[in-house]
């Protein structure tokens, strides 16, 4: 009964290569987000999506493409891996695009060797 | 934009001792500032959090305080534990905004020593 879970917990992959994470919320929220936290352990927001639309997109390079096929589903693609895209990546959600309710994942960690 | 400053970066204190992290935020329109608990292999955990109608909350061993003049917001653990060891982040944001965008400081590794 995880109320956001994402998967895989681990990815390991050469650069140059195509991966995605997926995401799940069973509680019931409508906004989906995806963040990611660097080795100092920083946090930064990547994307949100409301109710499948788009509502944030922080300067993230187009090799990072958000896919939500409903709202209860945000995955991230990362095209072309580098060496710099190794890091967390937390995917949470909230109600109404506010910060009440906000939940984590308990993410994945992606390592691009 | 939004810029959130915490401090310290990194905190020990004797098991029973008091814990104290600081933040401070730029811009004066935010006005929830919540405050996570991130343990090892873990996301990040909602541990208290405080509205800018509210100078300080208190959940057990744990409060947190805001002055909105100074735009400074505090968490405080009292009688710390072993198991309190873990990276704190405050974050802010203008919750009227509903993009529910999270700005964070930069985390707080406390190490509660037995």
């Known amino acids: 009964d995880t109320a956001v879970s994402q998967t895989p917990k681990y990815l390991v992959t050469q650069m140059g290569n195509d991966k995605s994470i997926k995401c799940e919320q069973n509680l019931g929220h409508d906004t989906m987000y995806w963040y990611k936290q660097d080795s100092k352990k920083f946090l930064k927001i990547m994307f949100s999506?409301?109710?499948?639309?788009?509502?944030i997109n922080e300067t993230v390079p187009n090799r990072f493409s958000p896919k939500s096929p409903d709202k209860a589903h945000l995955n991230l693609h990362i095209n072309s891996l580098e060496l710099g895209d190794s890091a967390v990546y937390f995917c949470?959600?909230?109600?109404?695009?506010?910060?009440?309710?906000?939940?984590f994942g308990s993410g994945t960690r992606l390592t691009v060797v | 934009g939004e810029n959130v400053e915490q401090h310290p970066s990194t905190l020990s204190v004797q098991e029973g001792d008091s814990a104290v992290i600081k933040c401070t935020y730029s811009?004066?329109?935010?006005?929830?500032f919540p405050w996570y608990k991130q343990e090892l292999g873990k996301g990040p955990q909602l541990i208290i959090d405080i509205r800018s109608n509210v100078g300080e909350k208190k959940d057990q061993r744990i409060a947190v305080t805001l002055n909105k003049t100074a735009k400074h917001f505090s968490l405080h653990i009292t009688e710390t534990q072993p198991e309190d060891s873990a990276v704190y982040f405050c974050?802010?944001?203008?919750?009227?905004?509903?993009?529910?965008?999270?700005?964070f400081g930069q985390g707080t590794t406390l190490q509660v020593k037995p």
């Open positions: 949470a959600s909230s109600q109404d695009g506010g910060p009440y309710g906000y939940t």
């Open positions: 974050a802010a944001i203008y919750s009227s905004s509903n993009t529910g965008k999270l700005i």
């Open positions: 811009d004066s329109a935010s006005n929830y």
């Open positions: 999506y409301n109710n499948k639309e788009l509502i």
